[in-house]
């Protein structure tokens, strides 16, 4: 496959990705690392290596989209600070973590997991699993061991976090306004750390393909990020126009074939 394929290929998935995550307000890995799998598979890439390669790739396009979520947010005073300040020693250590234990898996076992946690999200969105909204006020070691566990799993299936930071916050008594502007700044120092990290345990490894440094696939980071934001925009408007449980529906049902498909693979 020649480079103009492939970008070709990942501007087209960029573009879908991102009208998808407008469509049913979710980012990062959910959507990039799956169909970033199925690009690579197109390549030609080392099965040994693709989820690797997806995982690190859609770290680091976190790092930009969620820069200017973070940004936007921050204007309007909808970040927790003292909150993000708390969580930020576990997810930094636990995005470490997640990134070490990923190196240390098989392509396969890592697709199956992978697998696994989408067929979780899938079947919280269709019975409507969330934690009741609280008022408990949590403590700074609290907040360090679930910044660890959110760092952590985050970086280990490339996603920005917000799926278990929105929840977690809500429970301590945050807005909607509040923990998703939090979600969305927290998941920049996950997707920084765990993209560079990324690039360090995959350094050389003498599998990757042309023009990925580490487990970073610049010629996919670049197209995605820069067809993924307008498309989002798109993607947004469409969803004013569906209904909001024919969304949520829509979108289990679609993480539920792709779950079902890594397990299958």
Known sequence: MTIVTALSIYLTLG???GTMAGVFGVGGGLIIVPVLVFAFGLQGIAPDIIMHLAIGTSLATIVVTGSSSTLGHFRRG?????????LLPGLLVGAVAGVFVADNLSGTSLGTMFGIFVLLIATKMVFG?????GSAAPGKWVMALAGGAIGAISALFGIGGGAMTVPLLSRCGASMTQA?????????????VGALVFIIVGWGNPLLPPWATGFVMWPAFFSIVVTSVPFARLGVKLAHVLPAHVLRLSFALLLTVVGVRFLLS
């Open 78 to 86: 909808s970040i927790h600070r003292a909150w993000l300040k708390a």
């Open 15 to 17: 573009a879908v990705a």
């Open 180 to 192: 998703v502007g939090t979600a969305a700044a927290v998941g920049l120092p996950i997707a920084l």
């Open 129 to 133: 699993l969330t934690p009741k909204p």
